[in-house]
Nanobody
């Protein structure tokens, strides 16, 4: 079983930056893809970014050029560096681990392990 714990959320002004972390335990994650999703109030959970076991990265169009996903397998930790934050980035951010196929990275059902989430609030 894989346990995921997010941290690093908080309140930041528009234009600011935050770095989220997701610490994993329970299994070696080297062979897993890992991802960040987010859910704003009243909206469905949506894909933000993913990094595959090969270290290739994928981003939602809404965050390209502003967010950077990375992983440190030695520390079993996933990161999300968020810059130029906007009020519309306000959401609970979740990390996930799994083995989805490339064409289905955005499908929540294919990610088998989830953290509890960390709140990110961007004020205007």
């Amino acid at each position: 079983q894989v346990a995921l714990v997010e941290s690093g959320g908080g309140l930041v002004q528009a234009g600011g930056s935050l770095r989220l972390s997701c610490a994993a335990s329970g299994r070696t994650l080297n062979t897993y893809a890992m991802a960040w999703f987010r859910q704003a109030p009243g909206k469905e959970r949506e894909f933000v970014a993913a990094i595959r076991a090969t270290n290739t990265k994928h981003y939602a169009d809404s965050v390209k050029g502003r967010f950077t996903v990375s992983r440190d397998n030695a520390k079993s930790t996933l990161y999300l560096e968020m810059n130029s934050l906007k009020p519309e980035d306000t959401a609970v951010y979740y990390c996930a681990a799994g083995r989805p196929i490339l064409s289905a990275l955005t499908d929540l059902r294919l990610w088998g392990h989830w953290g509890q989430g960390t709140q990110v609030t961007v004020s205007s």
